[in-house]
T-cell receptor, first 108, second 114 residues
């Protein structure tokens, strides 16, 4: 089964808002990843984090690798309609494990 | 550059029938993965290939699932016989060591077993 606890499960956000989602685990990981999946498509990598404490940005997205190596969060700033989708955290030990996803819906 | 190609995109079959999914990875990617994604869940690894060798098939239900990557390029995942609980999206991904092993996913095959 999946080892990663992702929250929230879903969120409705107002266009222009900043939003945040996070992922926790009881296990330590060396790499944390954040993916976005649009309907009918496979997941696409947004941000990769390789070092505890690392803070990385990709446009309006910012993610951090928790200092304990057991958690990570993703922030989306100034959300826009195309941010709709499912966001997955993932972490790597000997394989890639995914959280259950956060479904984001934007109110125009 | 073409991404990971999967076919078919959709498949509807009756239970107990066989079904096969095909994946063509990104050119030059030696590592190929098959994932199962149930509704409302993240993908779960079924099998990983390094070239033509299956290096991790611990999560593949071997009583009914099989996979092959005979020439180390394309791969086929088969289910025989299919059960109702096999309804899901089957994703293929590929990666290369030169790109931090970032996995690039195909669009998936959505299987419905009736």
């Amino acid at each position: 089964g999946q080892q990663l606890n992702q929250s929230p499960q879903s969120m409705f956000i107002q266009e222009g808002e900043d939003v945040s989602m996070n992922c926790t685990s009881s296990s330590i990981f060396n790499t944390w990843l954040w993916y976005k999946q649009d309907p009918g498509e496979g997941p696409v990598l947004l941000i990769a984090l390789y070092k505890a404490g690392e803070l990385t940005s990709n446009g309006r997205l910012t993610a951090q690798f928790g200092i304990t190596r057991k958690d990570s969060f993703l922030n989306i700033s100034a959300s826009i309609p195309s941010d709709v989708g499912i966001y997955f955290c993932a972490a790597v030990d000997y394989k890639l494990s995914f959280g259950a996803g956060t479904t984001v819906t934007v109110r125009a | 550059e073409a991404g990971v190609v999967q076919s078919p995109r959709y498949k509807i079959i009756e239970k107990k029938q066989p079904v096969a999914f095909w994946c063509n990875p990104i050119s030059g990617h030696n590592t190929l993965y098959w994932y199962l994604q149930n509704l409302g869940q993240g993908p779960e690894l079924l099998i990983r290939y390094e070239n033509e060798e299956a290096v991790d098939d611990s999560q593949l239900p071997k009583d009914r699932f099989s996979a092959e990557r005979l020439k180390g390029v394309d791969s086929t995942l088969k289910i025989q016989p299919a059960e109702l609980g096999d309804s899901a999206v089957y994703l293929c991904a590929s990666s290369s060591p030169g790109l931090n092993n970032e996995q690039f996913f195909g669009p998936g095959t959505r299987l419905t077993v009736l």
